[in-house]
Every structure is written in structure tokens, then in C-alpha cells.
């Protein structure tokens, strides 16, 4: 079936950790995108991506960084320097001409100790 | 900036009741609306969209109606399930991009 598959569901890390969240899709989209959730803010955009090998910053990508060097994959690390990086992670991915249509992964949700 | 406001939640009905969640935006031009729903543990999935005035989205008997006059886009419907119980996300795209600008969320509970 095709989707977006995020790993892992849950995790664990201490302070001061990086951490890889993985985002795999085969719906052949051009583009991707993380976000974050926490309650009672919504959803609030780290960084997308349009194509291979480029992506841009979204409103929040302080303590983030990504990677495109595949089309079906884009792995977020969530690195020492965020903040308050315990938060609900959310993958999607968009066709090239669908505004807004977004589809998402299930997402990966990540406890600092 | 672009923004989305939606009413708070949670909003607690009983099976078959009318749901309204309400829903306004600012933006610059003419954006395009959608409605997203999120079930338990589950990522975001689209419900409805309407990409321009006076259109009307519709899907799984919930509908909004793209109000410029009133910059809003309402979701309602006729008689809700506990299977609707979920956390409704309105959110915009204006531009021409595809950068959604997501509102915070109400979260819906359908009791019996």
C-alpha cells in the first residue's frame, strides 16, 4: 500500500542527545514536510522540501536539521541545541499541483528525559 | 502573516447532535481552505477542501462553505457519530505555495 511511514512511534532520549526521526514515502511525491504538534498550538512547520537535494527552513528550524538525497526519504534530527524538543513529530508529503492536499505519517513522538 | 482561528475544545455532543466548529482566517490574496481530521494516535488526514469563494467542500457528511465576505469556513455536520470523535484541524494555503498555515485544533467527543 502506498504511505508515509515514520520510525520509530515513540522515543526515548536524554538530554543533550541528537536524535533521527525517519520519514520513508512511495507515493512518488515530489515534496516533504515535518512539523511539530504540542497541545493546544497545532501544528507548526520545521522545514519542507520541493525536490532532491533541496530544502528550506520553515518557522521553527532552530535545533533541526534535514536531509533530501532521495526522493522517497527526508530523516529530521532533532539536535542538542532545540530547546524543548519533547513534542509530537508529523511527516507528510505533497504531489507536484495538489495545494494543500498533504498526506501524513502516523507520527513519531519524542520524550526527553 | 497568514493565520487560522478556531474555536476552542473541547466540544462534547451527543450522538446525532449537529456539530458546528467554527473556523476564520487572515491572509493576503485569496487562499485555499481545507479541513483536516486527526483520529486517536493517528497522523492528519484531509477531510474537505474549497479553493475558492462560495465553494463548498464536502466529505463524509461534513461540509464547510468558503465565506469571503466573512473570512471563515465553518465545518458542520448534520448528525455526528462517536466515530467522529477526533481533533479537526482547519488550515489555509495563500500564495500559490504549499505551505499549509494550520489553526490550533478542536478536539471533537461524540458521546452515546
Known amino acids: 500500500d502506498g504511505g508515509i511511514t515514520q520510525s520509530p512511534k515513540y522515543l526515548f532520549r536524554k538530554e543533550g542527545q541528537n536524535v533521527t526521526l525517519s520519514c520513508e514515502q512511495n507515493?512518488?511525491?515530489?515534496?516533504m514536510y515535518w512539523y511539530r504538534q504540542d497541545p493546544g498550538q497545532g501544528l507548526r512547520l520545521i522545514y519542507y522540501?520541493?525536490?532532491?537535494?533541496?530544502?528550506q527552513k520553515g518557522d521553527i528550524a532552530e535545533g533541526y536539521s534535514v536531509s533530501r538525497e532521495k526522493k522517497e526519504s527526508f530523516p529530521l534530527t532533532v539536535t542538542s541545541a532545540q530547546k524543548n524538543p519533547t513534542a509530537f513529530y508529523l511527516c507528510a508529503s505533497s504531489d507536484r499541483g495538489q495545494t494543500g492536499e498533504l498526506f501524513f505519517g502516523e507520527g513519531s513522538r519524542l520524550t526527553v528525559l | 502573516g497568514d493565520s487560522v482561528t478556531q474555536m476552542e475544545g473541547p466540544v462534547t455532543l451527543s450522538e446525532e447532535a449537529f456539530l458546528t466548529i467554527n473556523c476564520t482566517y487572515t491572509a493576503t490574496g485569496y487562499p485555499s481552505l481545507f479541513w483536516y481530521v486527526q483520529y486517536p494516535g493517528e497522523g492528519l488526514q484531509l477531510l474537505l477542501k474549497a479553493t475558492k469563494a462560495d465553494d463548498k467542500g464536502s466529505n463524509k457528511g461534513f461540509e464547510a462553505t468558503y465565506r469571503k465576505e466573512t473570512t471563515s469556513f465553518h465545518l458542520e455536520k448534520g448528525s455526528v457519530q462517536v466515530s467522529d470523535s477526533a481533533v479537526y484541524f482547519c488550515a489555509l494555503v495563500a500564495g500559490g505555495g504549499n505551505k499549509l498555515t494550520f489553526g490550533t485544533g478542536t478536539q471533537l467527543k461524540v458521546e452515546l
Open positions: 522540501s520541493q525536490i532532491v537535494n533541496d530544502f
Open positions: 507515493l512518488n511525491h515530489d515534496a
